[in-house]
């Protein structure tokens, strides 16, 4: 009876990266205890604790395994009740080494430009250490001693990663262990639409004319960290959702928008999407080949960028060449002209670029 009085549509989940934490936590504790326990208390990267079923829990002296389903909540997402499975393994004498690998339905990195080791297990940089931090918790004693060895796998992850652009990007033989709070909002659904258009109302009934748009919360950060004059209601978690923002700004007569994000939404904003979820779109590479080409990058570097799948990928080797700053602002501009168009005379448009560690490299502004 419960279940009927939550509205559909904003119930939260866990991510992918969330319960291979709580699965590996419950795997450790099972080589500690000696029993697997039936539920967990995890830790998630954004700081909460939360409390995980444990399925399938078994262990020896020297080997533990643990399941935890995932529950994407009101998130209409391909790994809803996903299987992520951890099987730890004690590696005697090695004391506080942990190994970190994939298992099967976990995919593996076949190409550049994701920021992640080539040959590797695609387990995101976040999903990595929430999964360290909860073994080296839950394992400190054991590990004083002894070090261990995490394999995380997904029976489905080879039949969900079909429905993903994982291959696409060079992931093969599964799917991404992702999630940057351990928490899964519901950006797909009307739900979080609506709640983007009631943010930047809000934004306007601050009086400060103003409303910064992000794709999420590390480019959230580093926009309040930019801008720290401004009040907090100025600043609305987009998500994919940029057509709606901007409708709204425009009905609310804010006079600036500013949208802060990394390479690869800014390129779908520059390339004209209105809606950058990865499944409605993909990134246009060539027109960052042609960005590069306009900042003096040579002509086979423009041809690797046209030819990739990433838009990190081009951010990478602008990197590598000298020109990260030169490309980011060419971006930013293009992102300007492309709004702009849609939106002519209707608001002044800033953009501000970060990198992946949410350190700012470039801005462009309507004024310019």
Do not use: W
Not at 83 to 100: C, I, M, S
């Amino acid at each position: 009876m419960m279940e009927k009085t939550v509205k559909r549509g904003t119930r939260t989940g866990f991510t992918t990266g969330a319960c291979s934490a709580a699965a590996a936590r419950a795997a450790v504790l099972g080589l500690v205890e000696g029993r697997v326990p039936d539920a967990v208390e995890a830790l998630l990267p954004n700081g909460q604790r939360v409390r995980f079923d444990v399925h399938d829990g078994r262990c020896d002296a020297g080997t533990a395994h643990a399941m935890v389903i995932k529950d994407a909540g009101d998130d209409p997402d391909c790994t809803d009740k996903a299987h992520l499975t951890a099987d730890v393994r004690r590696l005697p004498g090695q004391a506080e080494a942990l190994l970190l690998l994939g298992g099967f339905g976990v995919g593996t990195v076949t190409m550049a430009g994701l920021g992640l080791e080539v040959g590797g297990p695609a387990i995101n940089p976040v999903p990595r250490r929430n999964i360290e931090d909860n073994v080296r918790e839950a394992g400190a004693a054991l590990l004083a001693r002894d070090g261990l060895e995490v394999t995380i796998s997904v029976p489905q992850g080879i039949e969900m990663a079909r429905k993903t652009l994982n291959a696409r990007l060079g992931i093969l033989g599964g799917i991404s262990i992702l999630g940057t709070t351990g928490i899964v909002k519901p950006y797909s659904t009307a739900a979080y639409r609506a709640s983007v258009v009631q943010g930047v109302e809000v934004a306007a009934s601050t009086g400060a004319g103003t409303v910064v748009l992000t794709t999420g919360g590390r480019t959230e950060k580093f926009a309040i960290a930019e801008l720290p004059g401004l009040p907090e209601a100025c600043f609305v978690q987009m998500g994919d959702f940029l057509r709606y923002a901007l409708d709204a700004a425009v009905r609310a007569k804010l006079r600036r928008v500013v949208i802060g994000g990394m390479v690869g939404k800014l390129t779908k904003i520059a390339q004209g999407e209105t809606i950058t979820h990865a499944n409605r779109a993909e990134v246009d590479t060539a027109l960052l080949a042609e960005l590069a080409a306009g900042i003096g990058a040579p002509a086979e570097e423009c041809r690797a960028i046209a030819a990739a799948e990433t838009a990190r990928f081009a951010a990478e080797r602008m990197q590598a060449l000298g020109l990260v700053d030169a490309f980011h602002a060419a971006l930013a501009r293009k992102v300007v002209s492309t709004v702009m168009g849609r939106y002519p005379g209707r608001f002044r448009l800033d953009v501000l670029v970060c990198d992946f560690d949410g350190h700012k490299i470039a801005e462009a502004s309507s004024d310019d």
